[in-house]
């Protein structure tokens, strides 16, 4: 059996200056989906999260894709999105793990109600339930806000490299090919990270 591998979407880039909340309906119409109605929408396409379900067919992992969520930039997300969203992940993690490796697709600028760092907080969640021997690699819109806590909690950061953002696919793709050499015990921080496109 191959490794078990867990994957998530959760994307925005927040914008403090705007007093329009984020909440799930802003979510809804864009793009909120779990569970098994996320492979037919993603797969085949250049998403990030069709690069994980192509990784784990590549490498025979066996996938669950939590949660592949994402809304047009606005206000601070609300508590009761980011609750939602964070514990899609959280829970899957307690329901279906132990889990071999974590892959996850992020924006890297969200800010809730109640943390300027969700995707810190959110990585540093994950840590707390997988402990520290379990990869964590996690693909970044390069306009992230990349602080510490996000660099303590992963152990890879990829930055798609792009203006408009062509290559996401292939940066989630980077992400997936590190994670796999992590689950296979070569450490990150010690590999070349694999070319990206262009
Ligand atoms: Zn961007």
Redesign the pocket.
């Given at each position: 059996m191959g490794k078990r591998v867990l994957s998530a979407m959760i994307k925005h880039?927040t914008n403090t200056f705007s007093k329009v909340a984020t909440g799930l309906d802003e979510y809804r119409s864009r793009a909120l989906r779990s569970g098994n109605a996320i492979e037919p929408i993603y797969a085949g396409t250049k998403s990030e999260v069709a690069a994980h379900f192509d990784a784990a067919r590549e490498n025979d992992w066996a996938l669950t894709c939590a949660i592949a969520a994402n809304a047009t930039s606005s206000g601070k997300v609300t508590e009761e999105a980011w609750e939602y969203l964070s514990s899609a992940v959280l829970t899957t993690l307690d329901r279906d793990g132990p889990f071999d490796g974590i892959l996850l697709a992020l924006h890297g600028a969200m800010v809730t109600e109640s943390t300027d760092d969700g995707e810190g907080t959110l990585l540093a969640a994950v840590r707390r339930h997988v402990g520290p021997d379990i990869p964590i690699c996690v693909s970044l819109?390069?306009?992230a806000n990349v602080t510490d806590r996000m660099v303590d909690n992963a152990n890879g950061l990829f930055s798609?490299r792009t203006?408009p953002?062509v290559d996401i696919y292939e940066t989630a793709l980077r992400a997936a090919l590190v994670l796999r050499d992590a689950m296979d015990g070569k450490n990150p921080a010690s590999m070349p990270c694999p070319p990206g496109a262009p």
């Amino acid at each position: 059996m191959g490794k078990r591998v867990l994957s998530a979407m959760i994307k925005h880039e927040t914008n403090t200056f705007s007093k329009v909340a984020t909440g799930l309906d802003e979510y809804r119409s864009r793009a909120l989906r779990s569970g098994n109605a996320i492979e037919p929408i993603y797969a085949g396409t250049k998403s990030e999260v069709a690069a994980h379900f192509d990784a784990a067919r590549e490498n025979d992992w066996a996938l669950t894709c939590a949660i592949a969520a994402n809304a047009t930039s606005s206000g601070k997300v609300t508590e009761e999105a980011w609750e939602y969203l964070s514990s899609a992940v959280l829970t899957t993690l307690d329901r279906d793990g132990p889990f071999d490796g974590i892959l996850l697709a992020l924006h890297g600028a969200m800010v809730t109600e109640s943390t300027d760092d969700g995707e810190g907080t959110l990585l540093a969640a994950v840590r707390r339930h997988v402990g520290p021997d379990i990869p964590i690699c996690v693909s970044l819109d390069l306009h992230a806000n990349v602080t510490d806590r996000m660099v303590d909690n992963a152990n890879g950061l990829f930055s798609f490299r792009t203006y408009p953002h062509v290559d996401i696919y292939e940066t989630a793709l980077r992400a997936a090919l590190v994670l796999r050499d992590a689950m296979d015990g070569k450490n990150p921080a010690s590999m070349p990270c694999p070319p990206g496109a262009p």
